[in-house]
């Protein structure tokens, strides 16, 4: 796919080195526009609304939930695996694409980062509101303490998605941060008074000398490649919530690739959403251009197709495995009460991303845009078919039930989207949202020196 | 009558040495008395002291913390079991069965259970009320006293009504009431009359008595309604008879013939061999045509013809009747109908088939139904004329559950005395509202069964100001001596005799309180009987398109209890339903009328002032042409529920403010020639097109997985093994032991070795009735708490035995398989490899730990579960009521929410067992421990024990050929198994999915 992409420019417009720094540093400069506004109200209405419906399940109890005792993980996990998958095409963006050398990731990787950030602080969330007591969640860390001492159970893959998402966070914010260095001097240089001094701070007192530079390098392609296995090891590990458990439907050896390439899937899709929409808010046409939507939509299609094998593989392993349970659980998913979301799962992840294949549709934003929100909402309940509809009607016959989310459920649903949306629009005024440093690094050379020159003979 | 003075020696002195002494030292010897009676002879006295707080300063004897036991006897019902109440710190916190009791034999049913929290109902009345004001009982003895002075002086009617009355000192006492007085009648009557079982012997031998039936006896059981192993008569010690012939072993593959008629499902049509639906209208000429059937095969002059020519189910009763005549001897027919004609012609069976004298028997009666119907009906003529001056009511709700037309002229009764818990419908209407006293704050005594005496001892004092009939009775005639000097006084002069004189009274008195009963070794002869009293009339006219018939249900009966929250949460054996009655309806019928289960339908009963609304539930197995709807709901002030469960703003009550839990369809009920009947009225059923919601339990009831979602050849889960008596006798064993043995299969080393015990239980399928005595008892025992019907519909209940029920058959053959299903403690559990915090850990006696103190609540365990047996908290359930709170087990933490929790094999019991062998020096010894579930089952279909011990019972049942472990083929190795049904059927008899495994 690289081919084509390396045929003409990433960036257009005839950019100069500070034609970049300017956009780039603009919105952050200047008053917010209404869009902003518009935008960060209803972003913070749904967070504070979604808030106010966690802490009253806080302080109320899990029983505000739709839960039973059959089907005891609902909107919570979803949530919480939804996210930490949103949260995966920006490693994979920002990490691996940086290993492979694809420039083109350079406009996107930014936002895409802090997208995983506030993805991976969502998803985090969620098993800390989901826990009965989550007062005592830091009993899941393995500290010294005098109570035995009690230790934590090394066996539960809950335990291992604690240091999963804790190592992917952590190294997800280093990476980030340490990569925004170079742009945080450049807005600090730009900048006067109280910005100044909080943008000196957060530069570290950048100077941009060649030795710094250097360093500056390595240390990314290390942290790159300490990001790396992340991608995989952080949805394998989430995945291995379910399959660890004995439950028909949950219990697969195909579940961590599966999860990845779900994870990458609908991380992707977020990717798109949020770039469509800043790309023409922001006036970022020349960085995001439609050569970098097509590459998005192409990793779509293909790992949608991959999606859509692992959906045809869990169900033929249901039935070879000639396990009576497995092989209900997948009738079931398909046919039974909750067919009706297996159904949208299958039409949202692998129907509608095959539309890509048309050049048509890949340009054309707007079907892009509608494409990439199908793609989550599909993602979203793909979780959501795994968890509700394996543990709703399992081995014994007597303890079948349903899942009903209750207005709260549906709380923790928008708080979720609520604070990422929050953030991400802070991030957007307060951040410089594409990497400048590595932009001007694929700016097309000759083209520019025209264009300044051209520019220095109208001044 | 003597007044009362006292000598050295004389009534409770020797017990109590403060007796006869000036009132303030009495009153101080009594509270003191009390501490150093509750260690041997508890309660024999009445504390002053009114606190429900744990003493501070224990009473002398009493350790504190330690259990002691009080042998009493269970006043639920009148079936009168024998009952251990554990109590702690001086109050009782736990019923169980008494083992030693010739009746009960250590079961004891979910009403009975659930009786200690009836104790502590913080609603009951506290205090004598006259005309609705608070009184003292000074007052009310003053007023009584010369009210029945003044009616007795110019020869007026004083009645006494009262429930089955079976207390030989209460009797005595109303004996004595009514010396001299030609106007006073006592009239007994039951919610659930079987007076017509009386009165058909009365007719055929002579003796208007209710004979004892001995289900264990008998090689074929016919039953046609008698619901006897749920709610009939005295289920506990029915259940407990039949099961002995209901279990087959390796060694001895026999069992009885079960077979069943019935309109309505019961649990013991569930557990029969062979269920036919039959229509109560339908019953007087099928139990003619058996008798004619048998009369046939006996040979010699029939009585009866033409009941059989051209009967529906001619051929099942031909089949019937040589079964039953095979028997002979051994043979048993019952009927649950309160039909004169029935019941007439059961005896006849009966008489056929040798059965008096040796299954049944009334040499020596059950005393346990003792009412007449047609004595009400005589009251309630009275009372319609106004000829009643005075009406005492004492344990009996006759404006609840008798025909509207006793209720409405009850309030114009001169003057009416209610003894009761004043929550009743009675007691509203009375200007006299005395509180009784419950059975575990009062002495008393019975005699369920003539010749077996049991007693009654108060194991706290009386809480409240709450008497005895007795003791109102004795007071009202001036008799001053305390309530348990009565019934001791009682004892030495007429039931210590009986037992002859070798032992002294006091030794002997004492001896009968440590067991709590005494039972005589004599019967007398059986009556004759009577062959020209056999009735005419064979048949009955339905009702209409569709008749009603009203049904008691397991727990709830008729409707004593409603106002006991773990009843009302009790998952219907049959239904699974909570909190609600609704009108049963057979599949074809609600298809017919368009309706399904929560469809809000209309019924017009003609007994009734305006018709009803009640929910339908569609019930396989039901008769087409009969709504059945249960008794025991609808009762006044249960709307005190409405927030029973958590309250947050998304939630529902359990009922409306003002509204009742259920609906009351007992004044419909008739009496219908001289009987109380309830299962013969027209109905009309309007559909209304509105829905209400029911909580069940369970919403798939079969096995069978839904039509189009099964897999090729696995239409059905194996969960409950069911096996052919034919096949099991030939040796076979269970189908499918490939899949199902797989034992040694571990490629994990054994990491959780058990070097001193494993604890393990087995259930006995084929014993298992469904009674639920186990759900009641293990929430009691372990503080399970009451969630409401809106948490119990969002499938949030709490109880840690779930009695799954799959139904099977259709048509007629409707039974069902119940399996009782609690935390299986596999050895190697999915729940303990998940949890992140270690809140659930293995034992190293093989049991799977729930550390309370440590869960915080991630509820993956509860996923991962296969049996799906744990329990969630999902609010802090309200605990607000205190005097409700002195039920609470000590032994077991209140659960907080936000924490996992489920059945522990009552690891407290398993402790406080192994505490005391330790204790005393010595090995614990198998049957050592009995958990609570095992402890209230009637049929003894669990066992608990520990594997380790090759010795140990319930070793020996893992190993019987019956015995499965469900789920096993996941290898998680559970500590639980099963031993498969076995039905009394044909190898190879179709019709049932389960057989396949045979």
Same mark, same amino acid.
């Given at each position: ?8 420019p990433?960036i ?8 970049v ?59 919480f695996v ?42 985090? *969330? ?5 826990m ?12 010294? +303490? ?38 945080l ?11 100044? @001094? ?58 961590p ?40 939509? !192409?990793v779509m299609?293909?790992?949608g ?50 539309l890509?294949?048309?050049?048509k549709?890949r340009?054309?934003?707007g ?41 709260i ?10 604070l ?5 629009? *802070?991030f ?29 003979e109208?001044? | 009558?003597k ?17 006869? *002494?000036?009132?303030?030292? $009495? ?32 009473p002398?004897g ?25 109590c $702690? ?48 009982w000074?007052?009310v003895?003053?007023?009584?006293t010369?009210?029945?002075a ?32 030609k ?7 039951d919610?659930?009359?079987v ?18 039936? $001995? ?13 006897? /192993?749920?709610t ?13 012939r ?36 339908? @019953?007087?000429r099928?139990v ?50 309160n039909d ?8 006849h ?15 020596r009666p ?18 319609a ?21 006793f ?23 009375? !200007? ?13 005594d ?19 100001q709450?008497?005895?009939?007795? =003791? ?13 000097? *009565?019934?001791?006084e ?22 009968? /309180? ?6 005589l ?16 009339a064979?048949?009955? =006219? ?33 239904t !699974? ?42 019930? $396989? ?6 709504v ?27 009922v409306?403010?003002?509204e ?47 039509? %189009?979602?099964?897999?090729? %050849?696995?239409e ?11 096949a ?5 064993g ?6 199902h043995? &797989? ?16 604890w ?27 969630v409401?019907?809106?948490?119990v ?14 139904l ?17 403690q ?16 293995h034992?190293?006696?093989?049991? +799977? ?5 440590r ?53 407290q ?5 192994k505490?005391?062998?330790a ?28 594997l ?34 076995v ?9 049932? &999915? ?5």
């Amino acid at each position: 796919m690289s081919d084509s992409i390396l045929e003409t420019p990433l960036i257009t417009g005839n950019r100069t080195p500070g034609d970049v720094t300017r956009d780039v540093c603009i919105p952050l400069e200047g008053r917010p526009g209404r869009s902003w506004y518009v935008g960060f109200l209803i972003a913070f209405s749904v967070l504070a609304v979604g808030g106010a419906a966690v802490i009253y399940q806080v302080a109320t109890g899990i029983g505000t939930w739709g839960l039973n005792r059959t089907v005891g993980w609902g909107f919570d996990i979803t949530n919480f695996v939804f996210w930490v998958g949103i949260g995966h095409a920006g490693t994979l963006i920002s990490a691996v694409l940086l290993l492979f050398r694809q420039k083109w990731r350079t406009s996107i990787n930014r936002s895409a980062e802090a997208m995983t950030i506030f993805a991976v602080m969502c998803a985090g *969330l969620f098993p800390l509101i989901h826990m009965g007591r989550p007062w005592l969640a830091y009993w899941v860390f393995p500290y010294p +303490n005098l109570r035995g001492p009690l230790w934590v159970n090394f066996r539960s893959a809950l335990l291992w998605d604690v240091f999963a998402i804790g190592t992917y966070f952590t190294i997800s914010l280093t990476f980030w941060y340490i990569g925004m260095i170079p742009d945080l001097a450049t807005v600090r240089d730009r900048a006067k008074g109280l910005r100044k @001094r909080i943008f000196s701070i957060l530069s570290l007192g950048w100077r941009g000398t060649a030795r710094a530079w250097s360093r500056y390098e390595t240390a990314c392609v290390l942290l790159a490649a300490l990001a790396t296995p992340l991608v995989v090891s952080v949805h394998s590990v989430v995945s291995a919530d379910f399959a660890t458990a004995v439950i028909p439907g949950w219990h697969a050896t195909l579940f961590p690739p599966y999860f990845v390439i779900g994870a990458v899937f609908s991380g992707f899709a977020m990717v798109l959403t949020l770039m469509i929409v800043a790309r023409k808010t922001m006036h970022f046409e020349n960085y995001i251009t439609m050569k970098h939507i097509h590459a998005m939509c !192409k990793v779509m299609v293909f790992t949608g197709s991959i999606v859509a094998l692992a959906y045809t593989t869990e169900a033929f392993t249901a039935w070879y495995s000639g396990s009576e349970y497995e092989q209900f659980v997948f009738l079931n998913r398909m046919f039974g009460p909750m067919a009706w979301s297996y159904w949208v799962m299958v039409s949202c992840n692998v129907i509608a991303p095959q539309l890509l294949w048309f050049k048509k549709i890949r340009n054309s934003l707007g079907a892009i845009f509608v494409l990439s929100l199908v793609v989550n909402v599909g993602m979203w309940f793909e979780r959501f078919v795994i968890i509700t509809s394996s543990l709703e009607r399992d081995f014994l016959p007597s303890s079948w039930s349903g899942y009903f989310p209750t207005l709260i459920e549906f709380g923790s649903l928008i708080f979720g989207f609520g604070l990422f949306f929050t953030l991400f629009l *802070l991030f957007c005024r307060a951040l410089p949202m594409i990497a400048m440093f590595e932009v001007k690094s694929i700016l097309p050379e000759r083209k520019s020196a025209q264009s300044a020159a051209q520019r220095g003979e109208a001044a | 009558m003597k007044n009362q003075t006292t000598k050295p020696g004389d009534g409770a002195a020797t017990l109590l040495p403060g007796e006869n *002494l000036d009132p303030s030292r $009495r009153a101080f010897l009594r509270a003191a008395g009390f501490g150093i009676a509750s260690s041997a002879l508890v309660g024999c006295s009445r504390g002053p002291t009114r606190s429900i707080i744990t003493n501070a300063i224990a009473p002398v004897g009493t350790v504190p913390g330690r259990a002691y036991w009080v042998a009493t006897t269970c006043e639920g019902c009148a079936a009168g079991c024998g009952v251990l109440a554990k109590c $702690r710190d001086g109050r009782p916190v736990k019923l169980e069965g008494n083992p030693e009791h010739g009746l009960s034999r250590g079961g004891l049913c979910a009403t009975g259970q659930s009786e200690v929290l009836s104790l502590y109902d913080s609603l009951r009345l506290r205090e004598p009320q006259v005309d609705g004001a608070p009184a003292d009982w000074a007052r009310v003895d003053e007023e009584l006293t010369a009210r029945i002075a003044e009616v007795r002086r110019r020869g007026g009617r004083i009645r006494l009504l009262t429930g089955t009355i079976h207390s030989p000192s209460t009797l005595a006492a109303i004996e004595r009431f009514a010396a001299g007085d030609k106007g006073f009648r006592h009239v007994q009557y039951d919610a659930l009359s079987v007076s017509a079982i009386l009165d058909a012997h009365e007719r055929s031998h002579g003796v208007r008595a209710l004979p004892s039936y $001995r289900f264990g006896e008998a090689d074929v059981i016919a039953s046609f309604d008698a619901d006897f /192993l749920g709610t009939w008569i005295s289920p506990v010690e029915f259940a407990s008879g039949w099961a002995v012939r209901r279990r087959p072993d390796d060694e001895h593959p026999s069992m009885s013939l079960h077979v069943q008629f019935e309109a309505g499902m019961s649990v013991t049509g569930a557990a029969a061999d062979r269920r036919y639906r039959l229509a109560p209208w339908e @019953r007087a000429r099928a139990v003619a045509a058996l008798c004619e059937a048998i009369e046939g095969l006996a040979g010699g002059s029939g009585r009866i013809h033409g009941a059989l020519e051209g009967h529906r189910l001619r051929e099942p009763i031909e089949e019937l009747a040589a079964e039953l005549w095979q028997a002979h001897g051994k043979a048993l027919v019952v009927s649950g109908s309160n039909d004169r004609a029935v019941q007439g012609f059961v005896n006849h069976a009966n008489e056929l088939l040798g059965g008096y004298g040796r299954t049944l028997s009334l040499a020596r009666p059950s005393l346990q139904r003792r009412g007449c119907d047609r004595d009400v009906e005589a009251l309630q003529r009275e009372l319609a004329n106004g000829e009643v001056d005075l009406l005492i009511v004492s344990g009996a709700n006759p404006a609840y559950d008798l025909p509207s037309s006793f209720a409405e002229p009850l309030s114009s009764a001169a003057t009416l005395v209610v003894l009761s818990d004043g929550l009743d419908e009675t007691s509203r209407m009375a !200007k006299y509202r005395l509180p009784a006293s419950h059975a575990l704050e009062s002495f008393g005594d019975g005699e369920p069964v003539a010749g077996h005496y049991s007693l009654l001892q108060a194991c706290v004092p009386n809480l409240h100001q709450g008497r005895t009939l007795r =003791e109102l009775l004795a007071r009202l005639m001036g008799d001053e001596r305390a309530d348990h000097v *009565l019934v001791r006084e009682h004892w030495r002069e007429h039931i210590h005799p009986r037992f002859g004189a070798s032992q002294e009274f006091d030794a002997f008195f004492g001896a009968a /309180l440590e067991r709590g009963f005494v039972e005589l070794a004599a019967a007398g002869d059986e009556p004759r009987y009577d062959a020209g009293s056999l009735p005419s009339a064979v048949a009955d =006219e339905p009702p209409g398109d569709l008749g009603l018939m009203l049904y008691p249900k397991v727990g709830l009966l008729d409707g004593a209890h409603a106002h006991n929250p773990w009843l009302q949460e009790l998952p219907d054996p049959v239904t !699974k339903v909570t909190w609600d009655n609704y009108a049963c309806l057979s599949e074809e019928r609600a298809a017919a009328l368009g309706v399904s289960s929560g469809d809000l339908v209309r019924l017009k009963v003609p007994g009734l002032p305006e018709a009803l609304e009640l929910p339908v539930l569609v019930q $396989r197995g039901q008769h087409d042409d009969v709504v059945a709807v249960a008794l025991g709901y609808g009762r006044a002030g249960t709307d005190r529920f409405a927030r029973v469960g958590p309250q947050w703003f998304e939630s529902s009550l359990t009922v409306e403010d003002g509204e009742t839990i259920g609906v009351n369809l007992a004044p419909s009920r008739e009496f219908r020639n001289g009987n109380l009947r309830g299962d013969h009225l027209p109905v009309e059923i309007e559909v209304t097109g509105e829905s209400y919601p029911l909580a069940a339990t369970q919403d798939h009831h079969t096995l069978e997985i839904p039509h %189009g979602l099964a897999p090729k %050849g696995h239409e059905v889960r194996d969960a409950v093994l069911t096996t052919s008596l034919a096949a099991y006798a030939a040796g076979e064993g269970l189908h499918g032991e490939e899949h199902h043995g &797989g034992e040694d299969v571990n490629l994990w080393p054994e990491d959780h070795p058990k070097p001193r015990h494993h604890w393990a239980m087995a259930v006995d399928l084929a014993a298992c009735t469904g009674c639920s005595a186990c759900v009641v008892g293990c929430q009691a025992e372990n503080n399970v708490p009451v969630v409401g019907k809106d948490e119990v519909s969002r499938h949030r209940e709490m109880h840690w035995i779930r009695i799954d029920r799959y139904l099977e058959g259709e048509g007629d053959g409707v039974t069902a398989a119940y399996q009782p299903m609690f935390c299986q403690q596999c050895d190697n559990a999915p729940c303990e490899a998940v949890c992140p915090v270690l809140a659930t850990v293995h034992s190293t006696e093989g049991l +799977n730990q729930q550390v309370y103190n440590r869960c915080v609540g991630t509820r993956y365990c509860a996923n991962t579960c296969p049996y799906k047996v744990r329990r969630f908290n999902w609010f802090n359930y309200p605990h607000e009521d205190r005097l409700q709170n002195q039920q609470l087990n000590p032994d077991v933490t209140v659960r907080t929410r936000g924490v996992m929790e489920k059945c522990s094999f009552c690891a407290q019991r398993i402790q406080e067992a192994k505490s005391e062998a330790a204790r005393l020096g010595r090995e614990l010894a198998d049957g050592d421990i009995l958990v609570a579930c095992q402890q209230s089952c009637p049929t003894n279909a669990i066992l608990f024990g520990d594997l380790n011990d090759p010795e140990s019972k319930v070793s020996k049942w893992f190993e019987r050929r019956r015995a499965y472990g469900v789920l096993e083929e996941l290898n998680i190795r559970p500590s639980v198994r099963y031993l498969a049904r076995v039905r009394n059927v044909p190898e190879g008899t179709p019709s049932h &999915g389960e057989e396949r495994h045979v």
